[in-house]
């Protein structure tokens, strides 16, 4: 049984008699125009409706990392009237008088929204599962709509966003009665006091971060906070007290990254939670974390013990019951779930499971009242050729159609595949494949491309005859997969879901042939380039896109509901041969970039990452690099620096150049810049691939002026606060550029050329020129640089000496005095260095002469 605001809230939805499903009310009401269909028509339609909406925030797992499968977090829900007695803490603002809306005008006062819209609900709940996504020329309408601000983004969380946590969230049940001794009671409880810092110690995809989310919300409508903000524990292994915001009467949320290889959460976390609650409590702040029980185990010592409270389960027929009455008020709930069919699939189902199987719901039960409507109007397109079956769904059978989505219809795939009396055909069979991986495409492309595979599958010697009349044709074709063309010319499964059931049952019936078909799959929107002049049909460019956006999808939902790196691996191996500089490699990039920071593939991609960057392969480490640099690298800089680590050492020349704007923008995380500083200066130490890898980082930091100081090179820019922490606060050691230089110096006409090595020199000079306080640091590093024993010294020296007298003048920059004076103080260091050079050698030995240091001089 639910929980009792759960019963209050289905009462409020005045849920119809569950008698017949087409009763006149549901046929004549106005239904949301969301999850009408699959097909890619209307959800084109949803995306540019969500498009309009104001972008609220998500429900993250993004930072979930695991080598074992994991689903990512999700879900839950929250009624407006969560939480404990709000009696006994501040009460809400005044309403003025004869306001017209005093409920809505207490939300405005909170900042809050009353009524999130059927958008926001429908965008927050396919951003909560991978399988739909991802549509629309391979844009992902829930991260695009949901998604513009992470768990580490550091922005506030939308109102309309909390709006639909509190619509959809589902509190954890309680034994107990009493609703101030429930679970949630009790953690906000512990989160209500000012600087109390709350550990939701769950693991993932068990409604963490939602519950979170619900949690602050509730302390929005009390009044104790007036916005709700997520951090970012950024790259380090600690998350000192300084680095909390300066905001006052915030909730903020913060995720630990879990461990992983080379990395860990320091041991001492638990102990420092209370000078986080010192630093929060000064400004009337609050703070949740998110950990895992293996992760909290480890550095819960010294935490509070009431830190981390025991927040209960969450029922999966309250998940369920929320999110279908939050998007369709009308549903019949009871009927539904009350069918023994329903209560054993959904009961044991985490919280993303439940967000796949809902819509599936929802679906049925609105085509069952369009049908029933259409019969009654007798105004259905094609009356005449449908069955009373198709013109009317009962219960039992919208049931049986989610239980067969659920179990991929392989019964029915069974039956189709091998018919009584017959053999099924490979063409047959491999036009149903075809046509559900290309759904979409025109049908005159389907089937050209059906035969193509059929003949890669078999190996045939001969193409399957396909240009005559031999083979059977088109309509036949279509009507033996049970398809249906549609004005457009594209093919339509009238049973949802078969399409993607039908590739599992091909991915599950024909492993050995699972390599060759991804193989002709990543070729695909390759080889469709112009005209198709046998079959009169052009392939536009926007046509190829979509192709190859939809090929990215399926491989991208395969790889992570089967964890399995082939079907990504395929495309991006495919995509790099064909060239980087043409259309396809950045929407290969673009979709592991999305994926890299959505909540339900992000485990597995982060995973998948990490594995190519140990492995020495061009195409698998430029995509690393590549997502490195995009939104994975801005929001979860700590993990891109380690996967970039892993590339680099491997020292694959093809990829050595696209390191370089990889270092420049994880250099804009100031906890990371200690340890990717490191990092570099350990390149250019290491004779492999220093003058690689070691040369184009050091020159990315070295050779490029900062945003915000023109003329201040990159790594000697400090854009930290006073009060900031040893690690934000970082200045690189001499010792380290030192190292830097002299890989530089090394190479005047190497890899970066010697523009660039001048464009470094001219621009550390002008910093020391400019910049008093880098003045000394800036040519004690140049002395130190060249001031090297051996053959190698005067090279270095002269190298050194000729770009900064180019620095002085030349063709193109007029003679200085200022820059004489300054290249004369540095070529005063260089002949002291010498100097002292000599006098040690003829200390060592005194017949050793001034041979070679003198002719250096």
Not at 378 to 391: G, I, K, N, Y
């Amino acid at each position: 049984m639910a929980l009792d605001d759960e019963q209050d809230f289905i009462q409020q939805q005045s849920v119809p008699a569950t008698g017949s499903p087409y009763s006149a009310a549901e046929e004549l009401r106005g239904r949301p125009p969301l999850l009408d269909q699959y097909s890619d028509v209307n959800q084109t339609k949803r995306t540019e409706a969500a498009a309009s909406a104001d972008t609220p925030t998500p429900v993250s797992e993004a930072d979930t990392e695991s080598t074992v499968p994991a689903r990512p977090e999700v879900i839950g829900s929250a009624s407006s009237q969560s939480g404990c007695a709000p009696t006994l803490y501040p009460p809400a603002p005044a309403i003025p008088p004869n306001s017209p809306e005093p409920a809505a005008h207490r939300e405005a006062e909170r900042g809050r929204t009353e009524q999130p819209s059927p958008e926001a609900i429908e965008a927050v709940g396919q951003a909560a599962t991978l399988q739909r996504a991802m549509i629309n020329l391979g844009e992902m309408i829930g991260t695009k709509y949901v998604f513009e601000q992470t768990l580490d983004a550091d922005a506030p969380i939308d109102a309309e966003y909390l709006a639909v946590i509190r619509r959809v969230y589902a509190k954890p049940r309680s034994e107990d009665t009493d609703r101030t001794r429930s679970p949630f009671a009790q953690a906000l409880q512990v989160l209500r006091p000012s600087g109390s810092v709350l550990v939701i110690n769950r693991p993932p995809n068990s409604s963490r971060t939602t519950t979170a989310y619900a949690l602050l919300d509730q302390l929005v409508e009390e009044g104790l906070i007036s916005e709700v903000r997520p951090l970012s524990f950024g790259g380090s292994q600690h998350f000192p007290a300084r680095r909390l915001p300066h905001d006052r009467r915030c909730g903020f949320l913060i995720e630990l990254p879990p461990d992983e290889d080379g990395f860990q959460v320091a041991d001492t976390f638990g102990s420092g939670l209370g000078k986080l609650g010192e630093q929060l409590a000064r400004r009337d702040n609050r703070l949740i974390v998110l950990t895992r029980p293996e992760q909290w185990r480890r550095i819960s010592h010294g935490a509070p013990p009431s830190a981390a409270p025991d927040l209960g389960d969450i029922h999966p027929h309250d998940i369920a019951t929320r999110w279908l009455l939050a998007q369709e008020p009308s549903f019949p709930v009871n009927a539904w779930l009350g069918r023994a069919d329903i209560r054993q699939l959904i009961d044991g189902m985490t919280p993303t499971d439940i967000l796949n199987v809902t819509p599936l719901m929802l679906d049925e039960h609105r085509t069952a009242e369009q049908l029933a409507a259409d019969a009654l109007s007798d105004v259905t397109r094609d009356s005449a050729q449908q069955t009373p079956a198709e013109r009317r769904r009962s219960l039992d059978d919208q049931i049986s159609n989610v239980v067969a989505v659920l179990s991929n219809w392989e019964d029915a795939l069974y039956e189709w595949h091998e018919p009584e009396g017959r053999v099924r055909t490979s063409f047959e069979r491999n036009f149903l494949l075809t046509a559900a991986v290309l759904r979409g495409d025109p049908v005159g492309h389907v089937y050209a491309k059906a035969a193509e595979l059929t003949d890669t599958l078999d190996k045939r010697d001969t193409p399957v005859p396909v240009h005559g009349q031999q083979a059977p044709g088109v309509i036949a074709m279509t009507k033996a997969i049970k398809a249906r063309r549609e004005e457009d010319g594209t093919l339509r499964f009238d049973r949802p879901h078969w399409d993607d059931a039908a590739i599992e049952y091909f991915w599950n019936d024909r492993p050995l042939a699972r390599t060759s078909f991804l193989k002709w799959l990543a070729q695909v929107p390759i080889d469709d380039t112009g005209t198709n002049k046998e079959a009169l049909e052009t392939i536009t460019k926007d046509a190829r896109r979509a192709l190859a956006a939809r090929i990215g999808e399926f491989a991208l939902r395969w790889a992570v509901r089967h964890r399995r790196q082939e079907p990504l691996e395929a495309i991006v191996t495919a995509w790099y041969a064909h060239g980087t500089d043409k259309e396809l490699w950045p929407l290969a990039v673009k979709l592991l970039d999305n994926a890299a920071i959505h909540a339900a593939s992000a485990p597995y991609v982060h995973s998948l990452l990490l594995s190519w960057a140990k492995r020495k392969d061009a195409s698998l480490q430029q995509a690393v690099v590549e997502v490195c640099t995009g939104q994975f690298g801005r929001r979860h800089t700590g993990k891109a620096l380690r996967r970039l680590k892993r590339v680099a050492s491997s020292g694959v020349p093809e990829v050595v150049d696209s390191l370089r704007e990889a270092i420049q923008v994880l250099w804009a995380d100031t906890s990371v810049r200690k340890t990717l500083f490191g990092y570099v200066v350990d390149w250019c130490g290491d004779e492999k691939i220093r003058d690689t890898v070691g040369h184009r980082t050091f020159t990315a930091l070295a050779a490029s002026s900062a945003p915000q100081a023109d003329r201040v090179p990159l790594v000697l820019h400090s854009d930290t606060t006073p009060d900031s922490d040893e690690e934000e606060d970082f200045r690189p050691p001499v010792a380290g550029l030192v190292t830097g230089w002299r890989t530089l110096l090394r190479q005047a006409t190497g890899a970066a050329g010697d523009r660039e090595l001048d464009r470094a020199i001219f621009l550390w000079l002008d910093a020391a020129l400019e910049r008093t306080p880098l003045r000394t640091i800036i040519l004690d590093t140049l002395r130190r640089a060249v001031d090297v024993r051996g053959p190698e010294g005067p090279t270095l020296r002269e190298a050194l000496r000729t770009c900064s007298q180019v620095w002085v003048q030349s063709e193109d920059r007029p003679y200085s005095h200022d820059r004489a004076n300054l290249k004369l103080e540095l070529s005063s260091l260089l002949d002291a260095d010498l100097a002292k050079v000599q006098r040690l050698l003829l200390q060592e030995d005194p017949e050793a002469g001034t041979s070679e240091e003198r002719e250096a001089a």
